[in-house]
């Protein structure tokens, strides 16, 4: 099975500022097999990026992954107020097909 | 534009079977292109897949639920749904259905992802 841990758990940050976040998986994934998703509270999770760099339809251009192999990066460029919520990376390919990192709360600081 | 909406009993008592389904709008389910699956997440937690399933009706479980889990579809009726057996308070949880995307480039790179999500519903198991 491969385990997606993402870092930070938390992280506070103003808006304007640029947030990294990182996802790590115990082995390596084919970067078409990762994605990652935006969570507000109360709320379905919103595909932002797959492919590890491709945007979804509609997510604004501060929104950019890169990464390969093991590890992967979520970057928002210029943080609005609509950006804080919960970010979860996702693969696809190992056992269990489907697996996501335990997420990072991004807030406002 | 697809949509997705769960739909089923919010309450389910111990050792009993929770069944939810999932309609789909605006679109086919008969599509080539994708799968159908649950994902789950307990209160306060991370999200967890549950199980998907092709329009023909070849399933995929995680192994972690396999040996309770069923998840069937109906073409006719647009929707595909969930049965999750001997229910226990640690299946409390809001339960999301979701569109698998499965494409290939023409450079023949696979991508899998999950883009169109339904709104959730929450179930709790209770006596």
């Known amino acids: 099975e491969i385990v997606l841990t993402q870092s930070p758990g938390t992280l506070s940050l103003s808006p304007g500022e640029r947030a990294t976040l990182s996802c790590r998986a115990s082995?390596?994934?084919?970067?078409?097999?990762l994605a990652w998703y935006q969570q507000k509270p109360g709320q379905a999770p919103r595909l932002l990026i797959y492919?590890?760099?491709s945007r979804a339809t509609g997510i604004p251009d501060r929104f950019s992954g890169s990464g390969s192999g093991t590890d992967f990066t979520l970057t928002i460029s210029r943080l609005e107020p609509e950006d804080f919520a919960v970010y979860y990376c996702?693969?696809?390919?190992?056992?269990?097909?489907?697996?996501f990192g335990q997420g990072t709360k991004l807030e406002i600081k | 534009q697809l949509q997705l909406q769960e739909s089923g009993p919010g309450l389910v008592k111990p050792s009993e079977t929770l069944s939810l389904t999932c309609t789909v709008s605006?679109?086919?389910?008969?599509?080539?292109?994708?799968?159908w699956g649950w994902i789950r997440q307990p209160p306060g937690k991370g999200l967890e897949w549950i199980g998907s399933?092709?329009?023909?009706?070849?399933?995929y479980y995680n192994p972690s639920l396999k040996s309770r889990v069923t998840i069937s579809v109906d073409t006719s009726k647009n929707q595909f749904s969930l049965k999750l057996s001997s229910v226990t308070a640690a299946d409390t949880a809001v339960y999301y259905c979701?569109?698998?995307?499965?494409?290939?480039?023409?450079?023949?790179?696979?991508?899998?992802?999950?883009?169109?999500w339904g709104k959730g519903t929450t179930v709790t198991v209770s006596s």
């Open positions: 399933i092709y329009y023909s009706g070849s399933t």
């Open positions: 979701a569109r698998h995307v499965t494409t290939v480039t023409n450079q023949g790179d696979y991508y899998y992802y999950m883009d169109v």
């Open positions: 492919g590890a760099s």
């Open positions: 605006g679109g086919s389910i008969s599509s080539s292109s994708y799968y």
């Open positions: 996702q693969q696809y390919g190992s056992s269990p097909l489907w697996t």
């Open positions: 082995q390596s994934v084919s970067s078409s097999y």
